[in-house]
Nanobody
Framework: QVRLVESGGDLVQPGGSLRLSCVAS????????MAWYRQAPGKQREFVAA???????TYADSVKGRFTISRDNAAKTLYLQMNRLKPEDTAVYYC??????????WGWGRGTPVTVSS
């Protein structure tokens, strides 16, 4: 059974940076396209960024140019480098698989909270 554990969230000032990590234990990680998602208070969970098995990346328009997604298949770990953070980036961040139809293949982890505030 796959277990997703996200970490790295914190309170940060606007303009700051954070690096999130997600370990996918029990998975055949290297065979899956992976993504970061986020859910802000009172809002639905939304797509943030994805990386496929060929290391091709896609981003939501709201984070393009500020966030970078990457993966380490040997460590079964997904990363999200977040720069020039804005208050509207405040959310709980989750990782999971990625597909064109928006579905995910594994159960959700607890996520890691990111708060951007002065």
């Amino acid at each position: 059974q796959v277990r997703l554990v996200e970490s790295g969230g914190d309170l940060v000032q606007p303009g700051g940076s954070l690096r999130l990590s997600c370990v996918a234990s029990g998975s055949t990680f290297r065979f899956w396209a992976m993504a970061w998602y986020r859910q802000a208070p009172g809002k639905q969970r939304e797509f943030v960024a994805a990386v496929n098995t060929a290391d091709i990346t896609t981003y939501a328009d709201s984070v393009k140019g500020r966030f970078t997604i990457s993966r380490d298949n040997a460590a079964k770990t997904l990363y999200l480098q977040m720069n020039r953070l804005k208050p509207e980036d405040t959310a709980v961040y989750y990782c999971n698989t990625h597909s064109i139809d928006g579905s995910v293949s594994w159960g959700w982890g607890r996520g890691t909270p990111v708060t951007v505030s002065s």
